[in-house]
């Protein structure tokens, strides 16, 4: 059974960095290109990141320069530091794997951004 399991969410103040985690199993997590979506308060969901099999990165323009995504397949989980953060990042981040034939959305975890 495959499980997202996402953690480090949470409630911070502008200007402070936040690492979420993705942990999977029950996949080969190094087959999957893994992904972190957003939606905030009253919106879409958004593409935030995307990291490849291969470890090529793509940003979503409002923030790219303060968050990164990263993977560590050995241990099947994917990240995201966010740094400079701002209100208008408040929303639920979503962590999403997928390959050709699959995919698989976390459960979603808050992160709020206020004074």
């Known amino acids: 059974q495959v499980e997202l399991v996402e953690s480090g969410g949470g409630w911070v103040q502008p200007g402070v960095s936040l690492r979420l985690s993705c942990a999977t199993s029950g996949l080969t997590f190094s087959n999957y290109g893994a992904r972190w979506y957003r939606q905030g308060p009253g919106k879409l969901r958004k593409l935030v990141a995307d990291?490849?099999?291969?470890?090529?990165?793509n940003y979503e323009d409002s923030v790219k320069g303060r968050f990164t995504i990263s993977r560590d397949n050995e241990k099947n989980t994917v990240y995201l530091q966010m740094n400079s953060l701002k209100p208008e990042d408040t929303a639920v981040y979503y962590c999403?794997?997928?390959?050709?034939?699959?995919?698989?959305w976390g459960q979603g975890i808050q992160v709020t951004v206020s004074s």
């Open positions: 999403y794997i997928h390959n050709w034939s699959d995919d698989y």
């Open positions: 990291i490849s099999t291969d470890g090529n990165t």
